[in-house]
């Protein structure tokens, strides 16, 4: 990746985005009706919000800091300023400046989804990455604390899980491979703190290459994603995830139209393999090309 590039491809959340609060409703999955799904051509959205909405929460990490985490970023790594932390609610355990040898904690937020009446829930592995603490917000505002199942920093995707007295409201994943560009989708996420916030936009293309890693497959989409969407979902017009909100390109580092998501059929799979064991498993070949020296020839 060139230098240039690399400081126009931003997370959508980088540790510090923030994700969509959603209310329990019905503990069964929800999926939108061909009825509902019509409806959207006609310019409607407030339906299949309201249906898949609830399932979309809000996540909340902390990370105690050393020393060389510190001096690797040459500053005290907040996300965000104590100004801002209070102005929308947000937790601010750490302050720059303190005294050496003080622990010094860093906050983030970020989004995710409800795959199951049992709390298991999609975001993105830079979100929990290093975490000491994940507590995750449902839409009625009760606060659970989850465990991390696993990471698969590969893929950007992690799975975290939650417990609740009662069955939780969910999604149902959606066939990515069946998108055609130009399909209307939405995005759910809590860009930068400001609440739970809905996009909408275009399939703009599809199997992009952003050079973020070896397996980029990115859904590309001009629903506007900013810091605070990562592990959001993306869903089409029939309320299913297709993909998982995980970075944008951007000159400045807002939404400019340029988003991607990790396409659901991807998402499964990682997912899948990290609900059994907390790990993904991959094939290798070990087969690596070389120059044929005058020495190796003879």
């Not at 969509?20 to 299949?48: C, F, H, K, N």
């Not at 209307?184 to 916030?197: D, H, M, R």
């Amino acid at each position: 990746m060139t230098e240039k590039s690399k400081h126009r491809l931003w997370p959508a959340l980088c540790m510090t985005t923030a994700l969509v609060a959603a209310g329990i409703a019905a503990p069964e999955s929800v999926i939108i009706s061909r009825a509902e799904a019509a409806s959207v051509q006609t310019g409607g959205y407030a339906d299949l919000v309201e249906r898949v909405a609830p399932a979309v929460v809000y996540v909340e990490v902390t990370k105690t800091l050393d020393e060389a985490d510190i001096a690797a970023s040459g500053q005290m790594p907040l996300p965000f300023s104590e100004d801002f932390a209070r102005r929308f609610g947000l937790p601010f355990p750490g302050l720059p400046g303190q005294p050496d040898g003080q622990e010094r904690r860093q906050a983030g937020v970020g989004a995710g989804f409800l795959i199951s009446a049992g709390g298991d829930i999609v975001t993105n592995a830079h979100v929990v990455e290093g975490a000491d603490e994940v507590t995750v917000t449902l839409a009625d505002g009760t606060r659970l604390p989850a465990e991390i199942v696993g990471t698969d920093p590969t893929t950007d995707l992690a799975l975290i899980r939650v417990t609740a007295d009662h069955d939780l409201p969910h999604v149902s994943w959606g066939d990515s491979a069946a998108l055609r560009v130009g399909e209307e989708v939405i995005a759910i996420g809590n860009p930068f703190g400001l609440g739970s916030t809905v996009t909408s936009g275009i399939v703009s293309a599809l199997g992009r290459d952003i050079n973020a890693g070896p397996l980029d497959d990115f859904i590309q989409t001009d629903a506007a994603i900013n810091r605070g969407n990562s592990g959001g979902p993306l869903f089409d017009a029939e309320g299913r995830v297709v993909g998982v909100n995980t970075a944008i390109i951007s000159p400045t580092g807002g939404s400019v139209g340029l988003g991607f998501a990790v396409p659901a059929r991807t998402a499964q799979q990682v997912i899948a393999d990290l609900a059994d064991d907390g790990q993904v498993a991959r094939g290798w070949l070990g087969v690596q090309i070389q120059p044929v020296t005058e020495d190796i020839a003879a």
